[in-house]
């Protein structure tokens, strides 16, 4: 009775807050204002429409962005147009930002070509098998209901609804000694009110903790956004120069909230806590999380990112005659000048270990950031602040560990369900907890049990869990042996009753640069799709898409740049015409050249030229 009434006692107090602001009792999405509120002093908004030529990927920028319920139909459908000219388009990277523009590249009649360093697609989702049959993995890759582009990705390939598994629409936090704690947000009316029980009702967080926690958040940019959500979005833009925590901080919110639930949830989202993450980074997710009920559901994989996600792409992309090459990175990009000697034109890319030149009419480098910072030459930084501003973007350093166990590491309330590894538990009839699970007291941020979340690949008969667990840089340093030991020894802190388990198999991979680092005043940092030289372009979930370095960011990217080639292919001025006109310049140049060179040949030697 007495938490229950703590808890009608915060969610009278967020509700209070939220009165300040006027709430409207009416649909906060169905009644958004048409007043736009602009701060004159945004570092972090969004570029301005005149940057994109193309109408579609306007779309992906800005508020509408956030609102328009068809960016699900734009990727499910694709492009929605055909070019004129056929265009030859050479992309490195064969990431899920690169597939998904030579999905739009292809289908809008394009001659479509990757280049993959790697043996095998998918970039920071990747996955392979190693000698012995296991699927390995660079991270644990959960989809939030508000990926909307990457599930129309996944309807237009045929694999949104036999390759994802859908969790129950609660968030668990597991603290040592085998407490939970959770945000659940099932309740029979939707965002917003359920996620302010959710927040009410947690048991993560102390009576005293809960009612800064409320306070903060009633006054916050998100409570702006039901009603005007405009002016909500734009203040989180704003935002982008501090840290969450100062944010936070500022007008009631508490330590131990950010200690035992904000940190666990920055460090799942870009693996940096509260005190280094960008208020607008954290800010963003919540938006949506306020503005839509699904926004928060998680779905899982069915078994591997290659099988699930990345498979069906490829099938896609041979049936339209794309070609991929992997084991076949970009060692140099080829490009002409102006008279200034500024580059110009990309006309092609050197490729593989022979270092092949490949020419086409327009070049994507869709690569993360450690990636396009050793593709671009000196002189695109010395000639355009746009590429120069790149290498301000810093990276942070993960190291994904998958450990097996002889049982159920999650099933905390039957001794004997752990350890009952026998006949067929396939199609997540394993023990344990079905779902992600965040943690305050270790060192991984997210983790769960695959074996059971993904058992399509990962459940194996006759064993137990495969706890999957991304460790952030506090752990990078170590030795792949001793993050396994610490692993393990945090998994028995959290699931003391896992003591009794056994080790079976173990593997780490370590990414020094991964995402983006997600620090204050970054935004402003992210390049366009579109460069400065015209057949030149960028994708990638750290360009600006308006969205977290993440799966969906990439999508957006792929779909955005996709969007801008499409736009400036056909006409007299446009990628097909620069590049004829290119070519038949370098032929008269050739040519000029060989008359020149016969006409020395035909003046006697002691004559002058």
């Known amino acids: ?84 000219e056929k265009l030859k388009i050479g992309i490195v990277g064969a990431g899920l930002a690169g597939m998904v523009a030579a999905m739009d590249l292809a289908d ?45 990705i996944m309807k237009r390939t045929g694999s949104f609804d036999t390759e994802l598994r859908m969790k129950e629409h609660v968030h668990t936090f597991v603290n040592d000694g085998g407490t939970l704690g959770s945000l659940d947000f099932r309740f029979p009316i939707g965002a917003p009110v359920s996620g302010l029980q959710a927040f009410a009702k947690t048991e993560q967080l102390g009576i005293e903790d809960k009612f800064h926690n409320a306070l903060r958040l009633g006054t916050s940019p998100i409570v702006r956004a039901l ?54 980074c954290m800010l963003t997710i919540f938006m949506l999380f306020a503005i839509r009920t699904e926004a928060s559901v998680l779905r899982m994989l069915e078994g591997s990112p290659q099988t699930c996600l990345h498979d069906p792409i490829l099938n896609y992309l041979s049936e339209r005659g794309v070609k991929v090459n992997t084991s076949m990175g970009c060692r140099e990009l080829i490009y002409d000048t102006d008279d200034d000697g500024k580059p110009s034109r990309v006309t092609g890319i050197k490729v593989g270990s022979k ?3 490949r020419e086409f009419d327009a070049v994507v480098c869709a690569l993360d950031v450690p ?53 067929d538990q396939s199609d997540g009839k394993g023990g344990g907890i079905d779902n992600l699970l965040y943690s305050a007291d270790a060192e991984f941020s997210c983790f769960a049990d695959l074996a059971v979340t993904s058992p399509g690949e990962y459940y ?8 999957q667990a991304v460790f952030d840089e506090r752990a990078f340093s170590r030795s792949e042996d001793q993050i396994v030991e610490d692993c393990i020894a945090q998994l028995n802190s959290l699931f003391p009753s896992s003591r009794k388990l ?43 898409q308006d969205y977290l370095d993440s799966m969906e960011g990439a999508t957006r990217s792929g779909l955005m ?49």
């Open 460 to 467: 194996k008969e006759g064993e137990g869990s495969l706890i």
């Open 1 to 84: 009775m007495a938490r229950l009434s703590a808890a009608v006692y915060v969610l009278g107090c967020a509700a209070a807050a939220v009165s300040a602001f006027h709430l409207p009792a009416s649909n906060p999405v169905a009644t958004r204002t048409s007043t736009r509120t602009t701060s004159l002093h945004s570092t972090a908004a969004a570029p301005a429409d005149a940057d994109f030529k193309s109408e579609s990927a306007k779309k992906q920028i800005g508020n509408d962005s956030f609102l328009n319920e068809n960016l699900m139909a734009r990727a499910q459908n694709g492009p929605g147009k055909k070019n004129d």
């Open 108 to 152: 809008a009649g394009h001659d479509v070509e990757m280049f993959e360093l790697r043996p095998f697609v998918g970039g920071k989702v990747s996955s392979w098998q190693d000698k012995d049959g296991n699927h390995i993995e660079m991270g644990l890759h959960v989809f939030f209901g508000c990926y909307y582009n990457l599930f129309g």
């Open 227 to 280: 009603f005007d959500f405009d002016g909500g979005m734009d203040m989180v833009r704003d935002l982008d120069d501090i840290t969450f925590t100062e944010w936070f901080t500022q007008l009631g919110g508490s330590r131990g909230s950010l200690d035992r639930m904000w940190d666990p949830i920055a460090y799942a989202l870009g693996f940096v806590d509260c005190d280094h993450i960008s208020a607008r």
């Open 561 to 609: 740049v996709a969007d801008e080639i499409i736009a400036r292919a056909d006409g007299p001025e446009g990628l097909k015409a620069q590049s004829e006109k290119a070519n038949a310049g370098k032929e008269e140049s050739v040519a000029a050249s060989i008359g020149k060179k016969k006409l020395r040949e035909r003046i006697p030697f002691f004559a002058s030229a």
């Open 371 to 423: 990636g396009i910072k050793k593709v671009l030459p000196q002189s695109f930084r010395d000639s355009y602040p746009m590429f120069d501003n790149i290498y301000n973007l810093d990276t942070v350093p993960i190291a994904t560990v998958q450990v097996r166990f002889d049982g159920w590491v999650t099933e905390m309330e039957d001794e004997t369900r752990m350890m009952d590894i026998s006949g």
């Open 355 to 357: 270092d092949e030149v």
């Open 502 to 544: 056994k080790c079976t198999w173990s593997n780490v991979v370590k990414l020094g640069q991964s995402l983006y680092r997600e620090k204050p005043g970054q935004d402003k940092y992210r390049p366009k799709q579109a460069t400065p030289i015209s057949n030149f372009f960028l994708a990638g979930s750290y360009t600006y």
